[in-house]
C-alpha cells in the first residue's frame, strides 16, 4: 500500500506506465497524486488474480497525457483481468472470487487520453463513490460489452458527477411497484425501490419499510448509500431464499445501514459466501438488529457476515443460535463474522453473540494433525485473517 505518494512531471514511452502493479496482491493507494505524467498510462494495474482488487481512496489525477501504442495503453488508469468465468451463469462465484476495484473521493481534472479508467480482459466488479466522473470516463475492451455494462453500471457509482440527493421511500407489504414511494403511495419490493438509484457518498437513500416478510435477496448495493430501517426486530423480518442460495446484500465500495430489523439466514449446504457481503472497500453498519437462521436445524456453509474489505460496525445487536460446517481440506471456511484480505476495522458493542457451533467435516486424524504442527483449522464465532483495526 500507498501514503500519502505525490508522481510528480514524469516522462514514459508510449508502451510505459508511470506505475505497473503486478503483484498477486493488487494494490492500495491512498491519498496520492499523480500529476503531470506523460506515458503509456498514471497507473496500470493487473488484477490476474482471486480474491485480489484495486483501492483508490482520496487520490487525484490532474494534467496527465496517455499516450496509445496499444490496447495496454491510451487512459489514464488501466486495468487487467484473465480469471474467471461468465458473470450471467455463476454471479455467487463471480461475486465472491473476482477481481475488485474501489474509487473513493478520487478526482480526475484535466487529463488526455482516451479515457480515465479502461477495464480489459474478463469482467469485474467495480466502484465508484464521490468521484468526480460517470460512466460516460470509462472505456473497456475484451469480455466486456456493453450489455454488462449496463447491467453494472447503476449501482457501480455512488454520489458521482450526475448523482442524485438525499432521498426517502417507503415500503410496505400492502404497496405497490406503481406506487411513488411516500408514505400515503408506498412501494411493495426492496428491489423496484433500489433499482437505477443512484445515491452515494455523503448523499443517502433511505428505506422506510414497514411491518412484514421481505424476501428480496440477491440486492446489489454495490458503490451506493443506501439505509434499511425497519418498524422493529419482530415486525420488519428481511430474508434470502432458500432456494437462490445467494446474498441477502452486498456491498462493493458503497455504504449500508441496517437498523431495527430481523434477518433470517438462509442455511445451506452450498457455500455462498455470507448473508451480507462487503468487498472493494466501504462500510457497513447494523443498529439494533437481530440475526437468526432460517432453519436452525440444517448446518450452515457460509458466513452471516462476510467482509474482504472496508469497515463494519454492529451496535446493540444479536447473534442468535447458528452451526456452520467446516471442512478441514477445504479453503472456504464459515462463521458468524469471518473477516479476511484487505479488509480494515471491526467495532461490536453492546451486542450478544450466543450459541454459535462449529461442526467439522471430515475432520483430519491425529497423525495429519501433527503433520500440520501448529496450523489452525475451521472457524469460530468471529475470525479475522486481516485487519488494520479492532
Known amino acids: 500500500a ?8 514524469g516522462n514514459f514511452s508510449q508502451d510505459t506506465a508511470a506505475v505497473d502493479v503486478v503483484t498477486e496482491g493488487g494494490g492500495q493507494f491512498y491519498n496520492c497524486s499523480f500529476v503531470n505524467i506523460k506515458g503509456a498510462a498514471s497507473l496500470r494495474v493487473d488484477l490476474s488474480y482471486v480474491y485480489t482488487g484495486l483501492l483508490l481512496q482520496d487520490c487525484i489525477f490532474h494534467n496527465c497525457t496517455s499516450l496509445s501504442s496499444s490496447s495496454l495503453s491510451g487512459s489514464t488508469i488501466i486495468v487487467t483481468n484473465t480469471i474467471l468465468g461468465d458473470y450471467s451463469t455463476n454471479q455467487v462465484k463471480i461475486v465472491l472470487n473476482s477481481p475488485v476495484c474501489a474509487f473513493t473521493r478520487c478526482q480526475f481534472t484535466d487529463n488526455a487520453g482516451k479515457s480515465e479508467v479502461k477495464f480489459l480482459g474478463k469482467l469485474m466488479f467495480v466502484g465508484f463513490v464521490q468521484c468526480n466522473i460517470d460512466s460516460t470516463s470509462i472505456s473497456y475492451d475484451s469480455l466486456w460489452t456493453s450489455t454488462y455494462w449496463d447491467e453494472i453500471k447503476y449501482f457501480s457509482f455512488g454520489g458521482c458527477s450526475g448523482s442524485t440527493s438525499n432521498a426517502t421511500l417507503y415500503i410496505n407489504s400492502t404497496g405497490l411497484d406503481s406506487g411513488t414511494g411516500t408514505i400515503s403511495n408506498p412501494l411493495h419490493s426492496i428491489t423496484y425501490a433500489i433499482n437505477q438509484k443512484t445515491q452515494g457518498g455523503q448523499s443517502l437513500l433511505t428505506l422506510q419499510i414497514g411491518s412484514g416478510t421481505w424476501e428480496d435477496d440477491g440486492l446489489m448495493i454495490g458503490a451506493r448509500s443506501i439505509s434499511f430501517e425497519g418498524a422493529g426486530v419482530n415486525d420488519t423480518l428481511l430474508m434470502n431464499k432458500i432456494t437462490t442460495r445467494i ?3 452486498c456491498v462493493i465500495g458503497g455504504r449500508l445501514n441496517i437498523q431495527n430489523v430481523g434477518l433470517r439466514q438462509a442455511s445451506s449446504s452450498e457455500y455462498y459466501g455470507g448473508m451480507i457481503i462487503l468487498r472493494g472497500n466501504g462500510n457497513i453498519e447494523f443498529t439494533n438488529v437481530v440475526f437468526k437462521q432460517r432453519e436452525q436445524i440444517i448446518n450452515q456453509s457460509s458466513s452471516t457476515i462476510y467482509a474482504s474489505a472496508g469497515n463494519i460496525d454492529i451496535i446493540k445487536c444479536s447473534f442468535e443460535k447458528a452451526t456452520f460446517i467446516n471442512r478441514y481440506y ?3 471456511h464459515a462463521a458468524t463474522i469471518y473477516c479476511e484480505n ?5 467495532s461490536i458493542s453492546q451486542t450478544n453473540i450466543s450459541q454459535q457451533y462449529t461442526s467439522f467435516v471430515d475432520p483430519p486424524t491425529a497423525n495429519v494433525l501433527r503433520l500440520q504442527k501448529d496450523v489452525e483449522f475451521g472457524s469460530g464465532a468471529i475470525v479475522i485473517l486481516n485487519a488494520s483495526r479492532l
Not at 500507498?2 to 512531471?9: G, P
Not at 484487505?342 to 471491526?346: A, G, S, V
Open 330 to 332: 477445504s479453503a472456504i
Open 2 to 9: 500507498l501514503y500519502d505518494v505525490t508522481f510528480n512531471s
Open 247 to 249: 446474498w441477502l446484500a
Open 342 to 346: 484487505n479488509f480494515q476495522l471491526l
